[in-house]
């Protein structure tokens, strides 16, 4: 069991059993916290992708836990808007508010119970994310949760979320990632992903492989798989909900899954960590496949225990064969991975689905999403596997013919349902005569095949090695990216002039070099050739820091000079007065006569004064509020006129 308990607390609960948790909600909370590198005082935001049954229960869970400490976690749940409340549902769902005292005393404790009136009587038009604030899915009417915070701006879902949790069909998973992608650009933090996602898609070109909701989501945004992980396990949405004693594992890398593992366990909910996140996957979307022949199976035998218990001998041995073809050495089908696939065998949505079809309550004509039930997933699943396994470049030696076959050809049950749900060649009783086929041979021969490894096929996989350099040459540029939130500017401009002042410094001078220039205010290298009869007093000086500009509102020009060619002067004025300093210096050692130097300002390190002149109009602009565009940096031997006579005489390229 992963985390260590540091304090236990007895629970006793509505099923009479007694549990230990491990330490208080707020310890785990705060463990977490520090883990993600949550700031006091900044709270951690846990979003919920989609609002499915399953979805909006596990984002119930934890509001339940943890929505009371608002101070250091925030809950939300996105779902798309628009979805309106058909008139039949809101009758039931009134029914439904009506025989639980608890929900009709706290709907009219918030003013929201009148609206569902109105919806019952025909007067007014409910909506799927309308009524999951008051707690109600729309898969899942007859259970009613507690409120929760729904957003339905995807952007504003997931911008600066710190856990993602995604509810979303595995259909649906890459187009969504894709596009919260986009709001993640410029990301510093990399979000934590938990999929609950139970399906899965094949790609057959350039080569034929699977692939996971969780590859999807590493695909889709670029996130380090090592922060994606995976929730499975015996779970129906409902009976969590009420309490239900269950169990689940959340499979991924060390770092997170221990910790997420702790955060998430509850004294009904007990999770477990596990690091096959490829099984675990693969069982999640297969168990919907051979669901969906359950319940045919369950209907046309009418319940038969022995018929269900010779189709689940035959679907297990067929999802330990498909995934020994994935995985070298594959988790093994026991514990909460064979319970996951016996409670969806039992009465999940899948089965269900498989039943109403053998009653005639369905068809297949109504398509694999359902009024009230939502996607069901075992649909596309069926279609990805045994494309995927009818691949020829798979091919493996049959074990009684000696000849080579597609690998679907040793899944009787999966052949058979493609038959049934996708091609339709063969009415529902068909999956039957499988079950009946004398020349099927035992189950256990064809576990004991898998478990040689024979038939491994590692390309069926996608690379993680590879999609992780993938994952890292699309994070690059999104890096570069990331890193101008650290400065001031993002825009295009403001990027093409952060590259030229990071342009290599030329060679230093012999002279003591200045003190370090802001990278904003960084001087171009200055001319290669110097004149030869220059001397060294007439080498440009590093400004530091300039005078305040109204010292130099007297000059007769200023009104009718303004921009760069005004900025001119002011350099010519400054340098100006520099060279008359040096001369007067010099003057002063050659004759022994001291010279008086007139009051100016310090010339370097001084604080910039904050009460500038006012410089709208024609009035002096200085150097110093232009940003980058400071034209005193420049070369400024270019710039000024010598009017002292001692002044050495200037080289070529300075003169007139």
Request: aromatic residues 6%; hydrophobic residues 40%.
């Amino acid at each position: 069991m992963a985390g260590t308990a540091e304090a236990k607390v007895e629970n006793v609960h509505a099923n009479g059993l007694i549990h230990n948790s491990n330490g208080s909600l707020e310890e785990k909370l705060d463990e977490l916290r520090q883990l993600v590198g949550k700031a006091e005082g900044i709270p951690l935001r846990i979003v919920g992708v989609g609002a499915g049954a399953w979805g909006s229960v596990f984002t119930a869970l934890l509001q339940d836990s943890y929505g009371h400490l608002r101070d250091k976690v925030i809950i939300r749940i996105w779902r798309r808007p628009g979805r309106s409340v058909d008139r039949a549902t809101a009758e039931h769902l009134f029914e439904v508010i009506n025989s639980r005292e608890d929900v009709l005393r706290r709907l009219i404790r918030r003013c929201a119970y009148l609206k569902y009136v109105e919806a019952r009587l025909g007067d007014r038009t409910l909506y799927a994310d309308e009524i999951l604030k008051d707690g109600f899915c729309l898969n899942m009417i007859d259970t009613p949760l507690c409120p929760l915070k729904v957003v339905t701006n995807l952007q504003e879902a997931v911008w600066d979320a710190d856990i993602v949790i995604n509810g979303l069909p595995s259909t649906e998973t890459y187009q969504v990632f894709e596009e919260i992608r986009k709001y993640w650009k410029e990301r510093i933090t990399v979000p934590i992903i938990i999929s609950l996602a139970k399906g899965v898609e094949a790609e057959l070109g350039p080569e034929p492989r699977i692939i996971t909701p969780t590859q999807m989501i590493n695909r889709a945004t670029g996130t380090p798989l090592e922060n994606i992980l995976y929730l499975g396990g015996p779970n129906i949405a409902s009976e969590i909900y009420n309490k239900e004693y269950a169990n689940a594992r959340i499979c991924g890398a060390e770092k997170w899954r221990k910790p997420l593992a702790k955060f998430l366990r509850q004294p009904h909910f007990v999770v477990w960590d596990n690091g096959d996140l490829v099984t675990h996957e693969v069982m999640g979307g297969l168990k919907n496949v051979y669901a969906i022949g359950a319940g045919m199976v369950a209907a046309l035998t009418n319940e038969s225990a022995t018929s269900k218990s010779v189709y689940f001998a035959h679907c297990t041995s067929e999802m330990i064969f498909i995934t020994h073809l994935i995985a070298e050495e594959p988790e093994k089908l026991a514990g909460p991975l064979l319970a996951d696939t016996y409670v969806t065998l039992l009465k999940g949505r899948n089965a269900w689905y498989g039943q109403q079809l053998a009653k005639g309550a369905l068809n297949l004509e109504m398509g694999d999403s359902i009024k009230g039930k939502g996607m069901i997933q075992g649909v596309s699943a069926v279609k990805a596997f045994y494309e995927l396994l009818s691949q020829s470049s798979l091919s493996v030696l049959h074990p009684e013919e000696n000849k080579p076959v597609a690998p679907v050809e040793l899944c009787p049950i999966l052949k058979m349902l493609h038959k049934i749900l996708i091609t339709r060649e063969v009415p529902l009783q068909a999956i039957l005569e499988a079950l009946r086929d004398e020349a099927m041979y035992d189950p256990k021969d064809r576990i004991e095949i898998a478990q040689t490894h024979v038939f491994y096929r590692p390309s069926l996989l996608v690379s993680t090695q590879r999609h992780a350099s993938n994952s890292q040459e699309r994070r690059a540029p999104r890096e570069r990216e990331m890193s101008l939130v650290d400065y001031a500017s993002s825009s295009e401009d403001d990027d093409r002039s952060d590259s030229e002042h990071e342009a290599p410094a030329p060679a230093p001078a012999p002279a003591p070099a200045p003190a370090p220039v802001p990278p904003s205010a960084q001087p171009p290298p200055p001319p290669k050739t110097q004149p030869s009869g220059s001397s060294v007093n007439q080498k440009p000086e590093t400004l530091e820091k300039l005078p305040d500009a109204s010292l130099l509102l007297n000059s007769p020009a200023v009104s009718s000079v303004s921009g760069h060619d005004h900025a001119s002067l002011v350099a010519a004025a400054m340098a100006e007065g520099a060279s008359r300093k040096r001369d007067a210096k010099g003057m002063s050692s050659s004759g022994g006569m001291a010279v008086a130097s007139r009051s100016k300002l310090p010339r370097a390190n001084i604080p910039h004064s904050k009460s500038v002149p006012d410089t709208g109009g024609g009035l002096l602009v200085p150097p110093q509020l232009k940003g980058r565009s400071n034209v005193v940096t420049e070369d400024i031997s270019k710039l000024f006129v010598s009017r002292n006579p001692v002044t050495q005489p200037r080289g070529p390229e300075n003169q007139s």
